[in-house]
């Protein structure tokens, strides 16, 4: 991790049977729903409701994951959601994921959020509660 990423959220999440694959791991794509819970749980704390009619809210432009080591039922993840100093729309986050009871981190990966106005598509700034708390 970079000095200049903040923790803003550390969450846990319980690993589902359906979320395994033919291999008998966490299919790769349930990585980047762990990455979005964590997000969601960050957004709503900050009272900024994620919602299609809110008017304006965030949105991810790009994500990606490393997958590190594989995920298997049963078992809890715990995700830590990091972000870095916001620009004028936008705030880069990262997150690591683990497994409860083991330091190894399993999967680490990023997601670039923007403000946008729902109704004309483009992005606005970021509100000023969101940029206090980075």
């Given at each position: 991790m970079e000095e200049d990423r903040k923790?803003?959220?550390t969450t846990k999440i319980p690993v589902?049977?359906?979320?395994?694959?033919?291999?008998?791991?966490?299919?790769?794509?349930?990585?980047?729903?762990?990455f979005e819970q964590a997000r969601v749980e960050w957004i709503e704390a900050m009272r900024f409701p994620v919602d299609p009619n809110a008017g304006?809210?965030?949105v991810i432009i790009n994500a990606s994951c490393t997958f590190l080591i594989p995920v298997n039922y049963p078992a809890t993840?715990?995700?830590k959601l990091?972000?870095?100093?916001?620009?004028r729309s936008s705030v880069m986050t990262w997150y690591e994921?683990?497994?409860?009871?083991?330091?190894?981190?399993?999967?680490?990966?990023?997601?670039?959020?923007?403000?946008m106005d729902m109704e004309t598509g483009k992005s606005v700034p970021l509100p000023d509660a969101l940029r206090e708390a980075l």
């Open positions: 923790l803003l959220l589902r049977w359906g979320d395994m694959d033919f291999y008998g791991h966490v299919n790769n794509t349930v990585y980047f729903r762990f304006k809210g965030p993840v715990i995700v990091y972000a870095g100093e916001p620009g994921l683990f497994v409860e009871d083991d330091d190894r981190l399993y999967a680490d990966g990023t997601a670039k959020v923007v403000w």
